[in-house]
């Protein structure tokens, strides 16, 4: 069974930019959730998704935003890009009502 | 808020040696506590899990108990292996939102 999969590896933007990761959650898994993992802090909770609608977002601007595709696919998009932005993002996907999460490699996102 | 605190690493000990690693939690309501684990180049994996008060996780030889009492989720191992060095992160389960601590890096030398 293929795991949860991120694209890219590692993206690299410059200040103002927008930036688009995708994650590919485990065949079944209908959750996907997003956090960001920047250095020194831990996994910092962004947005979760189920059955194509957003059920909760954590404690960051509106310029964090992402859908659900109709396969369970997700993005995540960042724009007006900050320094501080830059981090490793990481996606994970569940099948409620399990509260067991599989976590992707992660997408490193560098702003210069 | 609720909250997720472990201890700070980076912790290194001797093959064999025994394993606490201490995370504290503040929530409301009764979350749910996981381990997970982050070995060199990979993704976090679950490593256990607790549901209720006084249930004990258990994988790979590391244990956790949920305390209510003292909201504490510690994980434990007897006898540490060089393979378990990697990020141990705390995390709970509250509402429709997890927490996480900021991870524990473990070395285990031979």
């Known amino acids: 069974e293929a795991g949860v999969t991120q694209s890219p590896t590692h993206l690299i933007k410059t200040r103002g930019q927008q930036a688009t990761l995708r994650c590919s959650p485990i065949s079944g898994h209908t959750s996907v959730y997003w956090y960001q993992q920047a250095l020194g802090l831990g996994l910092q909770f962004l947005l979760w998704?189920?059955?194509?609608?957003?059920?909760n977002r954590g404690n960051f601007p509106p310029r964090f935003s992402g859908r659900q595709f109709p396969n369970y696919s997700s993005e995540l998009n960042v724009n007006a890009l900050e320094l501080e932005d830059s981090a490793l993002y990481l996606c994970?996907?569940?099948?409620?009502?399990?509260?067991?999460?599989?976590f992707g490699p992660g997408t490193r996102l560098t702003v210069l | 808020g609720d909250s997720v605190t472990q201890m700070e690493g980076p912790v290194t000990l001797s093959e064999e040696a025994f394993l606490t690693i201490n995370c504290t939690y503040t929530?409301?309501?009764?979350?749910?506590l996981f381990w997970y684990v982050q070995y060199p180049g990979e993704g976090l994996q679950l490593l256990l899990k607790a549901t209720k008060a006084d249930d004990k996780g258990s994988n790979k030889g590391f244990e956790a108990t949920y305390r209510k009492e003292t909201t504490s989720f510690h994980l434990e191992k007897g006898s540490v292996q060089v393979s378990d060095s990697a990020v141990y992160f705390c995390a709970l389960k509250t509402g429709n939102q997890f927490y996480f601590g900021t991870g524990t890096s473990l070395t285990v030398i031979p």
């Open positions: 998704y189920d059955e194509g609608e957003e059920r």
């Open positions: 994970a996907s569940s099948r409620p009502p399990t509260d067991t999460q599989y």
């Open positions: 929530a409301t309501g009764y979350p749910s």
